[in-house]
């Protein structure tokens, strides 16, 4: 099978993986692009992101393509965190959900990948952090962003084709499989000095303003406040989450 054959396998495979999860109520049809690791945003990702975050070889020494997904959320998920006193529970279920079947997405993708006589490797979804310094040594959503699946925006909000209220997900394998183009969509509105700062201002703790004196810290400490007070008040053990900033995004859903 060709590498061309290959992709469309993974993409189909991708596709195929959500909609067998079973909730349409909560995700939309995913997005995958593919990355070289020798395009410049991933050469010089120590640079743009930090001296922290993982080269390829790190993650896969012989590393050829990064494969990055997202998947959309629904309209009702996207406005849930909106209309909630705390985090909305939509969201949270939401993201509980996806963030244990990209695990299983993930090792689907690698382990056909291996079967066609490549190297694979998955890299855990979420919280592969040290809660006294939240900073990831591999950020999916700047995969996604360098694999032409969208485009940051304030708060590093990814503006994809389909909106900002999206989940991502990336893996590696040493197949060369065909870049996807560059993104083309709809793109923040607050950037270039712009006037929207609903993101900055829908923050309840004001973390964002202040994303790296403290503010991080802070955005953590609310999720944890949220989770507690949604034990405690409603009743509902659920994730660590927010979204506000997210919610009240103008590009948050898109068709």
Request: hydrophobic share 35%; proline share 6%.
């Amino acid at each position: 099978m060709d590498t061309a054959a290959i992709r469309k396998e993974i993409e189909e495979m991708i596709k195929e993986k959500v909609r067998d999860i079973g909730r349409p109520d909560l995700y939309r049809e995913p997005m995958v692009g593919f990355v070289s690791v020798d395009d410049p945003s991933i050469v010089n990702v120590k640079d743009i992101v930090g001296p922290w975050h993982d080269s390829p070889d790190d993650q896969l020494p012989g590393a050829r393509t990064i494969i990055a997904y997202t998947v959309p959320f629904t309209r009702e998920v996207a406005m849930d965190p909106g209309n909630a006193e705390f985090s909305g529970l939509t969201w949270s279920e939401a993201y509980v959900i996806i963030n244990k079947n990209f695990e299983l997405i993930s090792k689907a993708v690698a382990d056909y990948l291996r079967s066609k006589g490549y190297e694979a490797a998955t890299v855990t979804a979420t919280n592969d952090y040290d809660p006294s310094d939240p900073v990831s040594s591999w950020s999916h959503r700047t995969m996604a962003c360098a694999a032409g699946l969208g485009k940051f925006g304030m708060n590093r909000i990814l503006i994809t084709s389909r909106g900002s209220a999206v989940r991502y997900c990336s893996l590696l394998t040493t197949a060369e499989l065909e870049p996807s183009g560059p993104y083309e969509g709809p793109v923040c509105t607050g950037l270039d000095g712009g006037s929207c700062r609903l993101c900055l201002d829908a923050c309840p703790v004001d973390a964002l303003t202040r994303w790296y004196d403290g503010g991080k810290f802070d955005c953590q400490e609310l999720q944890e406040v949220y989770h507690e007070k949604m034990l405690e008040e409603l009743k509902v053990d659920t994730a660590g989450t927010c979204g506000k900033c997210i919610a009240v995004c103008p590009l948050a859903y898109i068709e």
